[in-house]
């Protein structure tokens, strides 16, 4: 049997797991990560990878390192991320802790860990859409995941759903999935009567008119990317994963009335929709699996 670690880097903490080939989660702990200007920040990061090792005991197969910005092509380090956590574009984690280390998106990682320990294990082409402060993706293709030119492949939260819209999402593209559903726009969307999608969906529960045409206008737009992304790729399975599923009903209800809408279902089939499995630890599940399948 083997042992991964994952590590789950992020502006606020450090992540990190332990886990077998099977799936079997044998230790999770968090660190600060005190994002700073000169990089300091990383010495947390090697304490994370130490307390694991100090821990086990044994050896470790092998380590993922999940993170924002886009990896190299090679997986072992962040080549693109401006802006934040300083220090961290082309810095070589496995230099730093003396063991091959596999690099990949946070977006990837969640997809990776559905595809290696959660819901869509067993299939072989699969979607992935993280719905929380902005939207993100992955795409499982033949069993792999799909990263393609500089490793940016799944940004599906930058899909266009309106060519003219004056809005545009961090990439510069208008009418975005991102901000027609991702919880930084509520304020925006809600002409400041809501500021979290949390509010929101309350209010849409209460019977809320306002909230109602905000809620389901962003869940009407979700449902025509998803219609769109099943006519391009027939994916086996979409799972949706991050913060806004856990609007439960209020979500896949409604998303449920409109695919049956919009969805192209030639000789009646449909395209399982289903809610992720990994919460909070879906990062470093997701990247110790991505490394197992780097190393087995």
């Not at 998106?105 to 719905?131: C, I, P, Q």
Request: charged fraction near 15%; aromatic fraction near 10%.
């Amino acid at each position: 049997m083997k042992i991964a670690m994952g590590i789950d880097l992020g502006g606020t903490n450090v992540k990190g797991i332990l886990v077998n080939d099977e799936g079997e989660i044998l230790k999770q702990h968090y660190i600060a990560t005190q994002d700073d200007f000169e990089g300091k920040w990383r010495a947390n990061v090697l304490e994370m990878v130490n307390y694991l090792r100090n821990y086990w005991q044994q050896p470790i197969h092998s380590i993922g390192l999940s993170s924002p910005g886009l990896p190299d092509a090679h997986n072992r380090c962040i080549s693109f991320l401006p802006n934040r956590l300083a220090g961290l574009e082309n810095f070589d984690w496995g230099e730093y802790f003396q063991q091959t280390t596999h690099v990949i998106n946070d977006a990837h990682s969640a997809l990776m860990a559905e595809a290696t320990f959660g819901v869509a294990k067993g299939y072989r082409h699969v979607v992935l859409l993280t719905l929380g402060t902005g939207v993100g993706g992955g795409l499982l293709i033949n069993g792999q995941l799909y990263q393609g030119l500089s490793q940016m492949a799944g940004h599906l939260g930058h899909l266009s759903l309106h060519a003219t819209d004056d809005e545009v999402s961090i990439v510069g593209t208008p009418g975005s999935l991102e901000y027609a559903i991702g919880n930084y726009s509520v304020a925006k969307r809600s002409k400041n009567r809501f500021q979290s999608t949390w509010e929101l969906v309350e209010a849409y529960r209460q019977g809320d008119a306002w909230a109602a045409l905000v809620w389901l206008t962003s869940v009407q737009k979700l449902a025509v990317a998803l219609s769109s992304i099943t006519n391009a790729l027939s994916p086996e399975l979409i799972v949706l994963a991050g913060g806004i599923t856990l609007a439960d009903d209020a979500l896949f209800g409604p998303l449920k009335q409109y695919l049956n809408l919009y969805e192209w279902r030639p000789g009646g089939k449909q395209t399982p929709i289903v809610q992720a499995h990994f919460g909070d630890m879906a990062g470093a599940i997701g990247a110790a699996g991505f490394a197992l399948t780097r190393t087995l």
